[in-house]
Nanobody, 116 residues
Framework: EVQLVESGGGLVQTGGSLRLSCAAS????????IAWFRQAPGKEREGVACITTGDITYYEDSVKGRFTISRDIPRNTVYLQMNNLKPEDTAVYYCALIESTTRVNWGKGTLVTISS
């Protein structure tokens, strides 16, 4: 059974940093595409960052240069390092296993709140 458990969310001030973790199990971690999504209040869920099976990374434009996605294979964990946080980064952040364009497994999310 695929399990994705996010942690690391919290309340920080504008300009601060957080590191989110996604502990994964139930699938071949080092051969999987993992992504972080977020959903702000009243908005649709959007992709933030992705790391592919070849460890190529992609970022949504608004987080480029501020967020970094990485994979720790021995720990079966994906991280999202978030720096220079802004109030518009406030959202619930979800970890996702991308098996195909129509098959995505989701974690339960972790709340990130940025105060101005």
């Amino acid at each position: 059974e695929v399990q994705l458990v996010e942690s690391g969310g919290g309340l920080v001030q504008t300009g601060g940093s957080l590191r989110l973790s996604c502990a994964a199990s139930g699938f071949t971690f080092d051969r999987s595409a993992i992504a972080w999504f977020r959903q702000a209040p009243g908005k649709e869920r959007e992709g933030v960052a992705c790391i592919t099976t070849g460890d190529i990374t992609y970022y949504e434009d608004s987080v480029k240069g501020r967020f970094t996605i990485s994979r720790d294979i021995p720990r079966n964990t994906v991280y999202l390092q978030m720096n220079n946080l802004k109030p518009e980064d406030t959202a619930v952040y979800y970890c996702a296993l991308i098996e195909s364009t129509t098959r995505v497994n989701w974690g339960k999310g972790t709340l990130v709140t940025i105060s101005s």
